[in-house]
């Protein structure tokens, strides 16, 4: 397996975009690095990077050679996968494309869960903005994709695809708390913290108001969905959250979540698959497999 070392040194330098940075990764200098990369040019007859004062860009000759790579190193993960799960081992890399609703709380539980019962198994997770997760799948940078309100579905071959109730949080004493629901009217005379578009929530907060003429003016934007819900404490702040990204435990933050009614809009689509056509690893495929099954058992 020793050419593959080879093909993840052109591999490493492209994701970085810097010899020395992809030197320091690998564990070795960038001078050797630097040696192996002109071998690999002189072996193929052109160079494979443009060289800039800023550092490395693949060339077209690159990302010919790059899709190969990754192809390659995709293929002997799913052997490597084969094997183990043959032997007994369950063991395997598993890269997963997700989008920021589904890291805070859903993702961590669950890979908590899966290393243990198969400790062999590793992880790479990689949080993208609303679109790029999908593209991400197309070059096997990821295995799977777990994404709210995906943009390019004609690549995905879904496994779960499930519906997400939207809630607006706000303070224990926030004057809407002691309502069973809530419109989007009730909500634009209290100040708005609102994810940034072109994330899937906003979405649809944004089609729920538009279809009542309303547009939403946030006092406060951001792509932490962290920081919304936590100044919504002790303030009249409102923030908005879906249903696998709630706070287990509200009350410890003195916040409390009440659903939020779309008014006839569509609710936003959480949807789990892969690249349309690809047999996955065994690892990655027991794990879509996982994700599936909590995911309807969840929000079925």
Do not use: W
């Not at 040019?41 to 990302?63: C, D, K, M, Q, S």
């Not at 390019?152 to 496994?159: D, T």
């Not at 009730?186 to 979405?203: M, S, T, V």
């Not at 916040?255 to 569509?266: A, E, N, R, Y």
Request: aromatic share 4%.
């Amino acid at each position: 397996m020793r050419h593959l070392q080879v093909l993840k040194y052109v591999e490493k330098i492209a994701r970085t975009g810097s010899l020395r940075s992809a030197a320091e990764e690998l564990g070795i200098t960038a001078s050797a690095l630097n040696r192996r990369i002109l071998g690999i040019e002189e072996e193929l007859g052109v160079e494979i990077f443009e060289r800039h004062p800023a550092g490395l860009r693949p060339n077209t000759a690159g990302e010919t050679l790059l899709k190969h790579i990754r192809d390659q190193i995709a293929d002997m993960d799913q052997v490597k996968s084969r094997i183990a799960d043959l032997s007994g081992m369950r063991a395997g890399h598993i890269n997963i494309a997700t989008t920021r609703e589904v890291v805070q709380f859903f993702l961590p539980a669950l890979i908590k869960t899966h290393l243990a019962e198969f400790p062999a198994v590793t992880f790479g997770v990689n949080l993208h903005e609303r679109g790029e997760a999908e593209t991400s799948l197309l070059d096997n940078t990821n295995d799977i994709a777990i994404v709210f309100e995906p943009i390019r579905l004609k690549e995905l071959q879904i496994v779960y695809s499930g519906v997400q109730q939207v809630f607006c949080n706000m303070s224990v004493g926030h004057p809407l708390a002691s309502r069973d629901s809530l419109k989007i009217y009730d909500c634009i005379d209290f100040p708005l913290l609102l994810p940034k578009q072109p994330e899937g929530i906003r979405q649809v907060l944004d089609a729920t108001a538009g279809k009542i003429g309303i547009t939403l003016e946030p006092a406060l934007e951001s792509n932490s969905l962290d920081l919304l819900r936590l100044m919504s404490q002790d303030s009249q702040a409102l923030s908005f959250s879906l249903a696998i990204n709630l706070r287990p435990n509200l009350a410890k933050d003195r916040l409390v979540s009440v659903p939020l009614d779309l008014g006839g809009i569509p609710a936003g689509v959480l949807i789990a698959g892969h690249l349309r056509g690809r047999t996955l690893p065994v690892a990655a495929a027991r794990l879509l497999e996982t994700v599936n099954k909590s995911l309807s058992l969840q929000f079925s």
